[in-house]
Structures are given as structure tokens and as C-alpha cells.
């Protein structure tokens, strides 16, 4: 019964409704037969023009109780940036694939793209990379060792035995995450086979979720470098004083409390825990030796800890790290890439220009350097860096740093610049035409090595403004190994055809 009482508007809206329209009717027809009397033409007249402005009043009526009635679209949300950690790395990973589509070199490209697979599987599988980093000699091997609870490196073999990253499956008590473990080469070791170690050391590092940095005694200050890098470049730590055994309780209290001390503000103290991954062996009063078990609580417990709390947010930071390295890398090879479409850009309307001013001299340097600079051009460069700009854009950016030169004096400096490099290889009928073409290429040079650095940094001059990039491209490009090598190019691309022309005619 409720239901039925919602159409009761409607229906009295519509008797309304029809009322109005009998009665309008009505007096419609009323007006008409009064006109008609008279004048049946102009009774027609106007009856046309009320039937005219009923159809227009009606169409209104339909057309804003359509608007009014229709249903209401939803506004699209604002992109919220990402809440967390991991939807920041969600937000990262897509971010890569976008950009490494526009990288051409296939082989790069390539190279990128599985970089970027191999860190969505680690993602997706909830894998957790434990690198074991320290010294040579400071027992990292005989953590992984007492860790994975089975030999798996050479205990107690010379420094240096491990020469690359060894993985290893690790399962600990109530941690859902898949571990794996990588014991590392050691660090400081001497020579070139050290380094060599070191540098893949220091890569297994970066590629980490978690690290276990191993020291046995107090921290040295090549220690504490290396760690303090590894802290500051977002790598989460933990450092395990190994060899807790071989210290009385009272000494080893202070020797944590040292490197507490010491690395407060990179590594909290809880992080720091002492362990016994390869007990001392003990002599009996028997005379036999006792091998006693590892020591590992204090980390284990640690471990555990950390791994419940902040496993998601590890793995997303690590990810966040690594895709930044990508991308980083991504962002070089495209800039790389512009480049050189750029400057092949550049190259073809600086000596195309020569040719013109040289062929048609220009009567002042003003237009000399309105001339240099191409409206055609920066409309090519911009499309090279993905700025999408008008040839009316394009004209008003060219007469805006076609002033800028002059005004810094620039195309002054560049003929004189020009003009003694030139002045051994012209002859006096060369000479204007000549120089004038080839100061063409060079402020056409200048221009667009300026609109490319503006596109650069998305269409911005930066804090300088135009004025500072300009001063700094002419800078650049007077240094005298340039300037000799492009008077050579000037020389074969415009003196010597302007030369032929001149004899021919």
C-alpha cells in the first residue's frame, strides 16, 4: 500500500497537467475565431506563432526534467596516492612497465623487463632475501652454516674461500614468508681479487630485503663506513657480534655497549645481538673435546620478531629500492636515447640554416638571430621529449631566446668567435656570406641545445631562468676543441659549396 502512494504526485501532476492543456485549448480557439473575424490571415499568423512557442515551452520542459531527472553520473575518484608501503610498490612496479615501453634498444629493453619480472615473482611468491655481510674472518659461513642447520661451505677454511653468493633455503618456526639466505664474499680483503669480491658482496647487499652484518670484535672504522652506507641507502640491519664465547660476560657487556653506542641513530639497540655460531670446541678433564651447540637465541628470537612485524613493509622496501634502480635506469637510457634523436634533429636545421643565410645573406645580426632559430625545430624537439607544441608555440619560444641572444651579446661573440677560425680558410668574396652562414649553424646550435635542456626538465628553464641556460650552452660551446671541430664541419658543409656556387655562376 506504501508503494502506491509514491505515484500519487505524478498522477495528480498529470490531471493537472491535462486541465491546463483543455483549457489552453480552449481559449486558443477562442483567440482565433475573435482574430478571425477580422483578419483570418493574421488570425492564422498567430495562431502559428502560440502553437510555436507551446512546442518551444514544452522541449524546455523535457529537456531540464531530463537533466533533472536523469541519473546522476558518478564523479571519478581523484587517484589517491599510495597508504602504504605496499601499495606504493604496487604503484612502482606499474610505473616501470610504462616507462621501459619506451625504451628502443631492444636488448636493453629486454634486459629491464626481466630485472622487473624477477622482482614481481619475488613480490608475488612472498620471498624474504637474508644476505649474511661482513668480513672475511668474521664467520658469516659458519652462521649460514648453523642457521640452515647443514654444512654448507668450507668451515674454517682460509679467507676468502667463498668467492661468490651462495643461496640457501631457510626455515624458521611459525614465519610464513618464503627465506632464503645468501651467504656473501668478504669485505676488505686485499688486492684486486678482493675488490672484485667486495663489488659483488656490496650488489648482493643492495638486492636485499634484510641484512645480517657480521663483526667478532669491536667495529672497525672500514666497518662501520661500509655498514653506515648500506643504513643510509634504506637498507634494514641487523648486527651480530659473533664469538660471544670467547669473552668473559663482563667484557662482552662492554663491547656491546660500545657499538651500541656507537652506531646509535643507524641501528637500534635491540639489533644488536651476540651470538656463538661455532662454539670454541672444549677439552675435558677426560682429555676428549666437547663441541658444544651454536648460540643462536638472541637473533633467532630477533629474527623472528622482525620478520612477523615488518616482513610486508621489508619486502616493499626492497622492492620501492629496487624498482627506483630500474627506473633509474630506464630514465638513462631514454634521456640517452632523446639525445641522440635530438641532436640529429639539431644538426639538420643548424646547417640547413648556414646554407640559407649563406646563399641569402641577412642584412643585421638582429635577424641573423631571429633567423638562426627555427620555429620548425622546436616543434621537432619537443616531440622528441614528449611535449606536444604548436608551430604558433613554437615561434613565440624561438622570438623569445632569438632576444635573449642578442641581448647577452651572444651573437655578437659568436661571429667574432667564428671569424678568426674562418678568416685563414675565406676569401674576401667568401667572407661575409660565409661567416654569416656559419654563425647561423652555431646560434642555431645554442638555441636548440637551450630547448632541448628545456624540455629536459619538462618545459621548465629553471631558477635561472631561459637567460642562465643560454649563458651556459654558449659557454659550452666555445671551448676552442669545439669550436675547431666546428668550423671544420662549417668549412666542408657551407664554405666550400657556397665556394663552388660562387665560381659557377
Same mark, same amino acid.
Given at each position: 500500500?506504501?508503494?502506491?502512494?509514491?505515484?500519487?504526485?505524478?498522477?495528480?501532476?498529470?490531471?493537472?497537467?491535462?486541465?491546463?492543456?483543455?483549457?489552453?485549448?480552449?481559449?486558443?480557439?477562442?483567440?482565433?475565431?475573435?482574430?478571425?473575424?477580422?483578419?483570418?490571415?493574421?488570425?492564422?499568423?498567430?495562431?502559428?506563432?502560440?502553437?510555436?512557442?507551446?512546442?518551444?515551452?514544452?522541449?524546455?520542459?523535457?529537456?531540464?526534467?531530463?537533466?533533472?531527472?536523469?541519473?546522476?553520473?558518478?564523479?571519478?575518484?581523484?587517484?589517491?596516492?599510495?597508504?602504504?608501503?605496499?601499495?606504493?610498490?604496487?604503484?612502482?612496479?606499474?610505473?616501470?612497465?610504462?616507462?621501459?615501453?619506451?625504451?628502443?634498444?631492444?636488448?636493453?629493453?629486454?634486459?629491464?623487463?626481466?630485472?622487473?619480472?624477477?622482482?614481481?615473482?619475488?613480490?608475488?611468491?612472498?620471498?624474504?632475501?637474508?644476505?649474511?655481510?661482513?668480513?672475511?674472518?668474521?664467520?658469516?659461513?659458519?652462521?649460514?652454516?648453523?642457521?640452515?642447520?647443514?654444512?654448507?661451505?668450507?668451515?674454517?677454511?682460509?679467507?676468502?674461500?667463498?668467492?661468490?653468493?651462495?643461496?640457501?633455503?631457510?626455515?624458521?618456526?611459525?614465519?610464513?614468508?618464503?627465506?632464503?639466505?645468501?651467504?656473501?664474499?668478504?669485505?676488505?680483503?686485499?688486492?684486486?681479487?678482493?675488490?672484485?669480491?667486495?663489488?659483488?658482496?656490496?650488489?648482493?647487499?643492495?638486492?636485499?630485503?634484510?641484512?645480517?652484518?657480521?663483526?667478532?670484535?669491536?667495529?672497525?672504522?672500514?666497518?662501520?663506513?661500509?655498514?653506515?652506507?648500506?643504513?643510509?641507502?634504506?637498507?634494514?640491519?641487523?648486527?651480530?657480534?659473533?664469538?660471544?664465547?670467547?669473552?668473559?660476560?663482563?667484557?662482552?657487556?662492554?663491547?656491546?655497549? @660500545?657499538?651500541?653506542?656507537?652506531?646509535?641513530?643507524?641501528?637500534?639497540?635491540?639489533?644488536?645481538?651476540?651470538?656463538?655460531?661455532?662454539?670454541?670446541?672444549?677439552?675435558?678433564?677426560?682429555?676428549?673435546?666437547?663441541?658444544?651447540?651454536?648460540?643462536?637465541?638472541?637473533?633467532?628470537?630477533?629474527?623472528?620478531?622482525?620478520?612477523?612485524?615488518?616482513?610486508?613493509?621489508?619486502?616493499?622496501?626492497?622492492?620501492?629500492?629496487?624498482?627506483?634502480?630500474?627506473?633509474?635506469?630506464?630514465?638513462?637510457?631514454?634521456?640517452?636515447?632523446?639525445?641522440?634523436?635530438?641532436?640529429?634533429?639539431?644538426?639538420?636545421?643548424?646547417?640547413?640554416?648556414?646554407?640559407?643565410?649563406?646563399?641569402?645573406?641577412?642584412?643585421?645580426?638582429?635577424?641573423?638571430?631571429?633567423?638562426?632559430?627555427?620555429?620548425?625545430?622546436?616543434?621537432?624537439?619537443? @616531440?622528441?621529449?614528449?611535449?606536444?607544441?604548436?608551430?604558433?608555440?613554437?615561434?613565440?619560444?624561438?622570438?623569445?631566446?632569438?632576444?635573449?641572444?642578442?641581448?647577452?651579446?651572444?651573437?655578437?661573440?659568436?661571429?667574432?668567435?667564428?671569424?678568426?677560425?674562418?678568416?685563414?680558410?675565406?676569401?674576401?668574396?667568401?667572407?661575409?656570406?660565409?661567416?654569416?652562414?656559419?654563425?647561423?649553424?652555431?646560434?642555431?646550435?645554442?638555441?636548440?641545445?637551450?630547448?632541448?635542456?628545456?624540455?629536459?626538465?619538462?618545459?621548465?628553464?629553471?631558477?635561472?631562468?631561459?637567460?642562465?641556460?643560454?649563458?651556459?650552452?654558449?659557454?659550452?660551446?666555445?671551448?676552442?676543441?669545439?669550436?675547431?671541430?666546428?668550423?671544420?664541419?662549417?668549412?666542408?658543409?657551407?664554405?666550400?659549396?657556397?665556394?663552388?656556387?660562387?665560381?659557377?655562376?
Amino acid at each position: 500500500m506504501r508503494g502506491s502512494w509514491r505515484f500519487l504526485p505524478l498522477i495528480v501532476g498529470l490531471i493537472l497537467l491535462l486541465g491546463m492543456g483543455v483549457w489552453l485549448v480552449e481559449a486558443l480557439s477562442r483567440l482565433y475565431s475573435s482574430i478571425a473575424v477580422g483578419s483570418p490571415l493574421l488570425a492564422n499568423l498567430v495562431l502559428l506563432m502560440m502553437v510555436a512557442l507551446i512546442l518551444a515551452a514544452v522541449a524546455m520542459l523535457v529537456y531540464y526534467g531530463y537533466l533533472f531527472l536523469r541519473p546522476k553520473r558518478k564523479r571519478s575518484r581523484p587517484v589517491k596516492p599510495p597508504q602504504t608501503k605496499v601499495e606504493a610498490a604496487d604503484a612502482s612496479l606499474k610505473a616501470i612497465r610504462q616507462q621501459v615501453n619506451q625504451i628502443q634498444d631492444e636488448v636493453a629493453r629486454q634486459a629491464l623487463i626481466q630485472q622487473s619480472h624477477r622482482l614481481e615473482a619475488s613480490y608475488s611468491q612472498g620471498i624474504i632475501k637474508l644476505v649474511v655481510f661482513g668480513t672475511g674472518s668474521a664467520g658469516k659461513t659458519s652462521l649460514v652454516n648453523a642457521l640452515v642447520g647443514q654444512v654448507v661451505g668450507e668451515v674454517g677454511a682460509p679467507l676468502g674461500t667463498t668467492d661468490q653468493g651462495e643461496t640457501y633455503r631457510l626455515d624458521l618456526p611459525d614465519i610464513a614468508w618464503q627465506l632464503w639466505i645468501t651467504d656473501t664474499p668478504g669485505l676488505l680483503e686485499a688486492g684486486d681479487l678482493g675488490a672484485d669480491r667486495a663489488a659483488i658482496a656490496r650488489q648482493l647487499a643492495a638486492d636485499a630485503d634484510l641484512l645480517l652484518f657480521v663483526i667478532d670484535n669491536d667495529l672497525t672504522q672500514s666497518e662501520f663506513q661500509v655498514l653506515a652506507a648500506l643504513v643510509n641507502m634504506g637498507k634494514r640491519s641487523l648486527l651480530i657480534l659473533n664469538k660471544r664465547d670467547r669473552y668473559l660476560e663482563s667484557d662482552l657487556n662492554q663491547l656491546l655497549a @660500545r657499538v651500541r653506542s656507537r652506531l646509535g641513530g643507524l641501528i637500534a639497540p635491540m639489533d644488536i645481538v651476540a651470538i656463538a655460531a661455532q662454539p670454541q670446541p672444549l677439552q675435558l678433564e677426560s682429555g676428549d673435546w666437547f663441541q658444544s651447540e651454536p648460540e643462536l637465541w638472541p637473533l633467532l628470537d630477533r629474527l623472528t620478531q622482525v620478520l612477523r612485524e615488518e616482513g610486508a613493509n621489508l619486502v616493499a622496501d626492497n622492492l620501492l629500492q629496487q624498482s627506483q634502480r630500474i627506473a633509474a635506469e630506464a630514465r638513462r637510457l631514454i634521456n640517452s636515447q632523446r639525445q641522440t634523436e635530438a641532436d640529429k634533429i639539431l644538426d639538420r636545421y643548424q646547417w640547413i640554416g648556414a646554407g640559407v643565410i649563406a646563399v641569402t645573406p641577412l642584412p643585421g645580426l638582429d635577424l641573423l638571430a631571429t633567423a638562426a632559430i627555427n620555429a620548425q625545430m622546436v616543434v621537432d624537439l619537443g @616531440r622528441v621529449y614528449g611535449c606536444q607544441i604548436s608551430i604558433e608555440e613554437g615561434k613565440t619560444l624561438a622570438l623569445s631566446l632569438a632576444k635573449t641572444l642578442t641581448g647577452l651579446g651572444i651573437v655578437k661573440g659568436a661571429v667574432q668567435l667564428l671569424s678568426i677560425g674562418l678568416q685563414t680558410n675565406l676569401t674576401t668574396a667568401l667572407a661575409g656570406r660565409a661567416i654569416q652562414g656559419v654563425s647561423g649553424a652555431y646560434l642555431t646550435r645554442i638555441a636548440g641545445k637551450s630547448f632541448m635542456e628545456y624540455f629536459r626538465q619538462n618545459q621548465d628553464w629553471g631558477d635561472g631562468g631561459m637567460t642562465e641556460v643560454v649563458r651556459q650552452q654558449f659557454q659550452l660551446n666555445r671551448r676552442d676543441a669545439f669550436v675547431k671541430a666546428f668550423v671544420q664541419s662549417a668549412i666542408d658543409r657551407v664554405v666550400l659549396p657556397l665556394r663552388d656556387t660562387l665560381e659557377t655562376k
